[in-house]
């Protein structure tokens, strides 16, 4: 069974790197033809995506995102991670890390499975 888990700091201010780590198990992120994912919901919106990380190590990031985003991987550890630069208070949601076979900008519960059980992220000074 794959899970995966979301860890970093739940409180970030403003004008700060906010990173966070997504550890699974059950598979490997190098394995396949995976597609390793974060995405956000800030509260009262939609689901939004961010990026991800490909099994050969490819990132595509969401291009109106991509002056402030980057994802990583450590193999070693089976971990990718997410870091959002110059956070405000609108970057404050739950974010969340998940696989998929495809990417989709349109965050589809049928396209992305499984996911984490999200991270909150406040950014507030």
């Known amino acids: 069974q794959v899970q995966l888990q979301e860890s970093g700091p739940g409180l970030v201010k403003p004008s700060q790197t906010l990173s966070l780590t997504c550890t699974v198990s059950g598979d490997s992120i190098t394995a396949e033809h995976y597609w390793w994912s974060w995405i956000r919901q800030p509260p009262g919106k939609e689901l939004e995506w961010l990026g991800a990380?490909?099994?050969?190590?490819?990132?595509y990031i969401k291009p109106s995102l991509k002056s402030r985003v980057s994802i990583s991987r450590d193999t070693s550890q089976n971990q990718f991670t997410l870091d959002l630069t110059s956070v405000t208070p609108e970057d404050t949601a739950m974010y969340y890390c998940a696989r998929s076979t495809i990417i989709s900008q349109r965050v589809d519960r049928t396209v992305y499975d499984p996911w984490g059980q999200g991270t909150w992220v406040t950014v507030s000074s």
């Open positions: 990380i490909h099994a050969g190590g490819i990132d």
